[in-house]
T-cell receptor, first 115, second 111 residues
């Protein structure tokens, strides 16, 4: 069974500074990878996804992530954060087993952007 | 194209009552997923449905929980005889294939 690890539960960062949110996964089969953002009391919004092809994927709001198969990682980055990026970020994997497309989520990283 | 819709957004029940959570997928999406988010935790998969079929219910508690996605109408997640431990946010997601699009969630509080 697959699992997702987000090592950092909270990441404080100053506005306009770069940020990296870490995500590692384990799976015995091929996977799709996703990052979602959750603002307070709202649902999850898809930031970006890796399905195949280029390992560097760009998403909305200036975020990008790089798939590293050898390190089984999919870290999320943004070169310059804004106050409005304060939210919870979830990494998720989908195993390509043909038996359904359920997502397995990490426990989330709370990004807090400060002035 | 409206997004995934869930209602109610907030639901309060007393212990022993039934909770019914509704999810209308995005237009054209035939796959529906339910997830539960306990306080300060990530989302946990509960069940995956297609029209009139339960495809994967490996994340559903064995008792009191059931889900359906009828030919017409929304998908329903039903929790019978709720207990305090059922208090959580319940999210529905839909997809045609691949990425899933999430609704705003139903926050269930059991008193």
């Amino acid at each position: 069974a697959q699992s997702v690890t987000q090592l950092d539960s909270q990441v404080p960062v100053f506005e306009e500074a770069p940020v990296e949110l870490r995500c590692n996964y384990s799976s015995s089969v091929s996977v799709y990878l996703f990052w979602y953002v959750q603002y307070p009391n709202q649902g999850l919004q898809l930031l970006l996804k890796y399905l195949s092809g280029s390992t560097l994927v760009k998403g909305i709001n200036g975020f990008e992530a790089e798939f590293n198969k050898s390190q089984t990682s999919f870290h999320l980055r943004k070169p310059s954060v804004h106050i409005s990026d304060t939210a919870e970020y979830f990494c998720a994997v989908m195993e390509l087993t043909g038996g359904g497309n359920k997502l397995t989520f990490g426990t989330g990283t709370q990004l807090k952007v400060e002035l | 194209n409206a997004g995934v819709m869930q209602n109610p957004r907030h639901l309060v029940r007393r212990r022993g009552q039934e909770a019914r959570l509704r999810c209308s997928p995005m237009k054209g999406h035939s796959h529906v997923y339910w997830y539960r988010q306990l306080p300060e935790e990530g989302l946990k998969f509960m069940v995956y449905l297609q029209k009139e079929n339960i495809i994967d219910e490996s994340g559903m508690p064995k008792e009191r929980f059931s889900a359906e996605f009828p030919k017409e109408g929304p998908s329903i997640l039903r929790i019978q005889q709720v207990v305090r431990g059922d208090s959580a946010a319940y999210f529905c997601a839909s997809s045609p294939e691949g990425p899933q699009f999430f609704g705003p969630g139903t926050r269930l509080t059991v008193l």
